[in-house]
């Protein structure tokens, strides 16, 4: 219990480099438009908000199935 770092670091960890080239792709295809709706302090809290319940949903899933 307490390792609540495991919720983050999946954000930044990639299987392979044609999912990192996926993913940079589309942060940077989206970013700019995102970055001018929310601001920069925003836009990181919604990029890790979302990484986090990308890995919730994903430990989650592990426990239905």
């Given amino acids: 219990g307490g390792e609540y770092w495991r919720l983050v670091t ?3 960890l990639h299987g392979d480099f044609a999912h ?7 942060l940077r ?15 990181g809290l919604v ?3 979302a990484g986090v319940a990308g890995t919730s949903s ?3 899933s592990c426990f239905i199935s």
């Fill in 58 to 60: 994903s430990i989650c």
């Fill in 29 to 43: 295809s989206v970013a700019p438009e995102v970055l001018r709706w929310f601001g920069p302090a925003r836009f």
């Fill in 10 to 12: 999946p954000v930044f």
């Fill in 47 to 49: 990029y890790l908000g």
């Fill in 20 to 26: 990192l080239a996926v993913n940079t792709f589309s």
